[in-house]
């Protein structure tokens, strides 16, 4: 029996990938493993009000609304969305949905909201499917979840679990396979307790490549094979960091990934250069506070300007007083947000 009507409202963060996820085959599946921290802060928070229709109709029926604004700019991505998962969720079309959703992270930031977007819109539409199928286990619902929210945006996938998250098949790492993101199955080493993720608004302009776009430049890349092998490789060596708790390690392996998505987009055809002057002096500065003071402060990129700095807890204040002094100079409108790893998608 259908519920009649209802509303379920959820929160979802975003995600900072370690190891990158750059490349993939249809429908989202991923050319390499990838690795993240979950993050805290940085959310979505997406109402789904349902109500049963009377008559069985031909198309989805819903409304979206942005920050209380109708959003029709957004039709085309939820119903493509839809479309894919319906075969999986057979109910939407037997219902009106309302869908509310608003960002804590400023809009138009530069941080990729399709990750916490299309989580919390997953983990939603899961709820009413446990409505429907209450004897659904704990274990079958977030491994559907992440399922569904993948074919929403890809890396959207490991938002629902945290602190760490892996997705795509691995060999050396249980249970990690390509439909679904998994919580990493091994023991956290303390060191990564709290981890800080610092992320420096560095332009808030329009995406210059859209992800979509982005994956797509692999296919035919001359390094492609080179650098799914190598993200292959560097997914080990971050399981044995995260275990181990060795930071350099941590360092070495995080800045390298950063950079190498970078220079994928840079070796592409066309080819991107999505860094930005401000960008460059951020990672210059990051080295040469390391040097001078010891610290494991190191950085992470997405596909964009912004830098996000990941230290542990216990250098927390030292490293704000750096970023303070040093680092907002660099921020667009010396704007930057503090955020760090958290646990996942929840019912509000
Ligand atoms: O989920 P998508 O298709 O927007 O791809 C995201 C890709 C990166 O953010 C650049 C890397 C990653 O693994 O999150």
Request: charged share 25%.
């Amino acid at each position: 029996e259908l519920p009649v009507e209802g509303v379920i409202t959820c929160t979802s963060p975003s995600n900072i990938a370690l190891v990158k996820y750059w490349g993939k085959r249809p429908v989202q599946l991923p050319e390499n493993t990838s690795i993240s921290f979950t993050l805290d802060g940085c959310k979505t928070t997406t109402s789904l009000t349902y109500k049963r229709r009377d008559t069985i109709a031909e198309d989805f029926d819903f409304e979206l609304f942005f920050e209380g604004k109708l959003k029709p700019d957004f039709r085309p991505k939820i119903k493509n969305f839809f479309r894919r998962i319906e075969e999986y969720l057979p109910f939407l079309k037997q219902y009106t949905f309302t869908i509310e959703t608003s960002n804590t992270f400023p809009h138009s930031s530069g941080i990729a909201s399709s990750a916490s977007g299309m989580s919390a819109l997953a983990f939603c539409l899961m709820q009413l499917e446990k409505k429907i199928h209450p004897k659904i286990t704990n274990e079958v619902f977030i491994k559907k979840t992440s399922f569904l929210a993948r074919l929403g945006s890809g890396s959207a996938c490991r938002s629902l679990e945290g602190p760490i998250t892996v997705w795509g098949e691995h060999n050396d790492i249980e249970g990690s396979n390509d439909a679904f993101a998994i919580k990493f199955p091994y023991e956290i080493h303390s060191n990564f307790e709290d981890y800080q993720d610092t992320i420096l608004l560095i332009d808030k302009g329009e995406k210059q490549v859209s992800s979509t776009v982005g994956h797509d430049l692999m296919h035919g890349h001359p390094f492609a094979a080179k650098r799914f092998e190598q993200a292959s490789e560097n997914s080990i060596k971050l399981k044995e960091i995260l275990t181990s708790g060795d930071l350099d390690a941590f360092i070495e392996v995080v800045e390298s990934e950063a950079l190498t998505l970078h220079a994928m987009m840079m070796t592409s055809l066309p080819y991107f250069i999505l860094m930005k002057p401000n960008t460059l002096s951020v990672i210059n500065k990051v080295w040469e506070y390391r040097k001078n003071t010891g610290s494991k402060l190191c950085f992470t990129l997405d596909a964009g300007a912004n830098v996000h700095l990941l230290f542990p807890y216990s250098e927390k204040e030292k490293v704000l007083e750096f970023i303070n002094s040093k680092l907002v100079a660099y921020c667009q409108n010396g704007q930057y947000i503090c955020d760090k790893i958290g646990l996942g998608a929840k019912l509000l």
